[in-house]
């Protein structure tokens, strides 16, 4: 190791690099640009002394150029796949006709159906009771809770629907069953009085009571459901005493199939089903007239409301206008006549 120097450019004879006066003006130059980064500072305020701004140019805004449109010659040609397609050739005149055809069948069909609408007071044909074609007696009324009865309504609606047969059903074994007492001999009373109740109280019920609940449901009507809860409070005290069935009152109620099983096993039997048939009307008239009490309060409805219906309803009608108008014009006359004489 002693054959090495220290210095490799100590021999004069070896030309030292860094020596050369350009080498070293280099050096110089690049310490004084090293400096000048060192000493930069992005967070302060002025600039270095030694970095030179670049000039400014002036800024101007930007404008869009209006390009000319080509010429109509350099329009090119859709092709063949994009130019609108005519009627199919196979399109004959049979097809033509043929739709011509469902066009004016379908126009038939309208104007048959706006007839059938304006047809009636209600525009709708009755449908219930569902009566044969060839039956001498019409239906009397249009029912279809599907489409008159909003959706939230229509279950309750069934319900009291099928209470008022429930009603009927009951009304007709309390039929068999007076004539099972009859046969019995018990006399004649109880059947020719379950005759009586099941033709009146099977109408008037429908009538007095289903058909103005439906109304109240369809038309939101205050005034028909005052007159539903009169009515039913009076169904369900009829139905209890038909129930308790006293003697001879013309029900197979409860004191009547009591009596029946004295005289005889089967009759006492068909007026306990009767009894039993009675007592399940009490119920759910009870159940359904809360359900439907509570509906009509949550509607807001009061007796005011219904009064202020019954007012306006009496006002409506026709014949009430034609009386008014009628006792108006006698009491102009009468009082005409007196300023004569």
């Not at 709708?124 to 009324?141: A, E, H, K, Y």
């Not at 069935?245 to 409860?254: P, T």
Request: with cysteine; glycine share 6%; charged share 15%.
């Amino acid at each position: 190791m002693s054959k090495f120097e220290d210095n490799p450019f100590s021999d004069p004879a070896i030309d030292n690099p860094f020596a050369d006066p350009a080498v070293q003006q280099v050096a110089r130059n690049t310490n004084t640009v090293t400096q000048g980064l060192d000493d930069y500072n992005p967070f302060d305020g002025t600039q270095n002394a030694n970095q030179a701004t670049p000039p400014q140019q002036p800024t101007q805004p930007a404008i869009m150029q209006a390009v000319s449109p080509p010429a109509s010659g350099q329009y090119t040609r859709p092709s063949p796949s994009q130019q609108p397609q005519g009627p199919p050739s196979n399109f004959t005149t049979a097809d033509f006709q043929r739709r011509q055809e469902e066009l004016e069948r379908k126009a038939e069909e309208l104007a048959r159906r706006e007839a059938e609408l304006r047809a009636g007071s209600a525009g709708r044909r009755n449908n219930w009771p569902p009566l044969p074609s060839f039956c001498p007696v019409q239906p009397c009324f249009y029912q279809d809770i599907n489409v008159d009865i909003p959706l939230e309504f229509q279950r309750i609606v069934r319900h009291l629907y099928h209470l008022w047969m429930f009603h009927s059903l009951v009304l007709a074994l309390n039929i068999v069953g007076g004539m099972a007492l009859l046969f019995s001999g018990k006399g004649p009373t109880v059947f020719g009085l379950s005759i009586l109740y099941f033709i009146l109280l099977t109408p008037f019920s429908f009538v007095c009571w289903y058909r103005p609940i439906y109304k109240a449901f369809r038309s939101d009507s205050s005034f028909n459901f005052m007159v539903f809860f009169f009515i039913f409070l009076i169904q369900i005290l009829i139905t209890l005493v038909q129930s308790i069935g006293f003697l001879d009152g013309g029900s197979c109620g409860l004191i009547t199939s009591i009596d029946a099983f004295s005289v005889n096993v089967g009759v006492g039997i068909v007026t306990l089903l009767v009894t039993i048939g009675f007592i399940t009307c009490v119920v759910a008239d009870i159940l359904l007239i809360t359900k439907v009490h509570r509906i009509y309060r949550s509607t807001g409805a009061s007796l005011a409301k219904a009064q202020a219906e019954f007012t306006t309803e009496i006002l409506r009608n026709p014949h009430v206008q034609t009386a008014a108008s009628n006792a108006a014009a006698a009491a102009v006359n009468a009082q005409i006549s007196n300023n004569r004489y």
